[in-house]
């Protein structure tokens, strides 16, 4: 029961994550959307492959979940073919570049091994992969083949990923820093 009860948890911090993003990214970065759902930043994507890293199938579980809502009720809710295809693309791209994390980086329960140029190929990685799967859903619901969409989001969750994962591993350095200068 405390697994499962640590597994919901896991999954509403990605939900209430990806939501905060989204919406951060609405206030900072409208003015850069491209089409409806593609921008050149966007930061729920650092936010997709961060909860998938360190929650591992509960994160993409959530992303699942929160992909649906965002999809099914905010981007698309007229379309619900391409909501549920596209909310199942945006939590897979997360979970595949995790499990290559997994596989080729001996990612364990601790993102320890996640140095700077790891994080930044996982970064190219997820980004490339999210795009590619998109651009491959587009192809089967018939949309042919938008490749300048394809380039805007692959770009725009590369340059999200990474201000979402570096400012995550800024974030995570800052206590030690404060507390070398308290000890002064």
């Given at each position: 029961?405390?697994?499962?009860?640590?597994?919901?948890?896991?999954?509403?911090?990605t939900?209430?994550?990806f939501?905060?993003?989204?919406v951060?990214?609405e206030w900072?970065?409208?003015?850069?959307?491209?089409?409806r759902?593609?921008?050149?930043?966007?930061?729920p994507a650092?936010?997709?492959?961060?909860c998938?890293?360190?929650?591992?199938?509960?994160g993409?579980?959530?992303?699942l979940?929160?992909?649906?809502?965002v999809?099914?009720?905010?981007?698309?809710?007229?379309?619900w073919?391409?909501?549920?295809?596209?909310g199942?693309?945006?939590?897979?791209?997360?979970?595949?570049t995790?499990?290559?994390?997994?596989?080729?980086?001996?990612l364990?329960?601790s993102?320890?091994?996640?140095?700077?140029?790891?994080?930044?190929w996982?970064s190219?990685v997820?980004?490339?992969?999210?795009?590619?799967?998109?651009?491959?859903?587009?192809v089967?619901?018939?949309?042919?083949l938008?490749?300048?969409?394809?380039?805007?989001?692959?770009?725009?969750?590369?340059?999200?990923?990474?201000?979402v994962?570096?400012?995550?591993?800024?974030?995570?350095?800052?206590?030690?820093?404060?507390?070398?200068?308290?000890?002064k």
């Amino acid at each position: 029961m405390k697994n499962l009860l640590t597994q919901l948890v896991m999954m509403l911090i990605t939900i209430t994550l990806f939501l905060l993003m989204l919406v951060l990214n609405e206030w900072l970065f409208s003015s850069l959307e491209f089409v409806r759902g593609v921008n050149w930043i966007y930061l729920p994507a650092g936010v997709r492959l961060l909860c998938t890293l360190l929650f591992a199938e509960a994160g993409a579980a959530g992303l699942l979940i929160v992909s649906w809502l965002v999809c099914f009720l905010y981007f698309f809710p007229d379309d619900w073919i391409r909501s549920f295809g596209g909310g199942i693309v945006a939590a897979l791209a997360p979970y595949g570049t995790f499990c290559v994390a997994r596989r080729y980086f001996g990612l364990g329960a601790s993102l320890a091994q996640l140095t700077p140029q790891r994080l930044l190929w996982l970064s190219v990685v997820y980004a490339l992969a999210n795009a590619l799967l998109h651009l491959v859903w587009s192809v089967l619901r018939g949309d042919g083949l938008p490749m300048d969409k394809f380039a805007v989001m692959m770009l725009g969750d590369f340059s999200g990923t990474l201000i979402v994962l570096y400012g995550f591993k800024a974030l995570l350095m800052l206590p030690a820093k404060l507390n070398r200068y308290e000890l002064k």
